[in-house]
């Protein structure tokens, strides 16, 4: 399994200009997540979904749009860059179960992005 | 999910154990807890997780005691390469809201050589 893959691994933009960041997992789990964490901080949630066709808000979601067409993907998409979102951005997922494994998240590597 | 507090940063020498606290004085009956670590510039690493027993996985152990409002991570014979900053996260099991785990600030572990 490669786990949870992101792409791209850094990126540059200029404001105003949208992207896609791609997040993928081989790991057949319903609920991924995606997080920005700035410099000296900790990990703040921007959206997640817990299935397929299903998406929700997290602590920090403006400025950005995620869907979930399938199971395996899940894309964060940045509608207009700003210099206040640079950061780095990581996706997880995590498997949908009763008792105590629901919250073994595994993170993919993350993506640096800059905004200029 | 209970508030958690841990220490900003520790210190162990390579080969020694290295012993991380985490106070949770305010947890609920159904909340686990977890721990986090994540390796400068990585993605976090799923660690361990526990109830009220002790735990040990080929990673760590977990320590919980009896009133659960305290647990200590045990790396047994710390490396270099486990330096990282740990945390420590207490939530309870979410079947239908999917998993939005709030990460601290954490313990910056260092190992020296």
């Known amino acids: 399994n490669a786990g949870v893959t992101q792409t791209p691994k850094f990126q540059v933009l200029k404001t105003g200009q949208s992207m896609t960041l791609q997040c993928a997992q081989d790991?057949?789990?319903?609920?991924m997540s995606w997080y920005r964490q700035d410099p000296g901080m900790g990990l703040r949630l921007i959206h997640y979904?817990?299935?397929?066709?299903?998406?929700d808000q997290g602590e920090v979601p403006n400025g950005y749009n995620v869907s979930r067409s399938t199971t395996e993907d899940f894309p964060l998409r940045l509608l207009s860059a700003a210099p206040s979102q640079t950061s780095v951005y990581f996706c997880?997922?995590?498997?949908?179960?009763?008792?105590?494994?629901?919250?073994?998240?595994?993170f993919g590597p993350g993506t640096r992005l800059t905004v200029l | 999910d209970a508030k958690t507090t841990q220490p900003p940063s520790m210190d162990c020498a390579e080969g020694r154990a290295a012993n991380l606290p985490c106070n949770h004085s305010?947890?609920?009956?159904?909340?686990?807890v977890y721990w986090y670590r994540q390796i400068h510039s990585q993605g976090p690493q799923y660690i361990i997780h526990?109830?009220?027993n002790n735990e040990t996985n080929e990673m760590a152990s977990l320590i919980i005691t009896e009133d659960r409002k305290s647990s200590t991570l045990i790396l047994p014979h710390a490396t270099l390469r486990d330096t990282a900053v740990y945390y420590c996260?207490?939530?309870?099991?979410?079947?239908?809201?999917?998993?939005?785990?709030?990460f601290g600030e954490g313990t910056q572990l260092t190992v020296n050589p």
């Open positions: 997880a997922s995590n498997p949908r179960g009763s008792g105590s494994g629901t919250d073994t998240q595994y």
């Open positions: 790991m057949n789990h319903e609920y």
């Open positions: 979904s817990v299935g397929a066709g299903i998406t």
């Open positions: 305010t947890i609920s009956g159904n909340e686990y």
């Open positions: 526990g109830l009220k």
């Open positions: 996260i207490v939530r309870a099991p979410r079947e239908t809201s999917g998993s939005r785990l709030t």
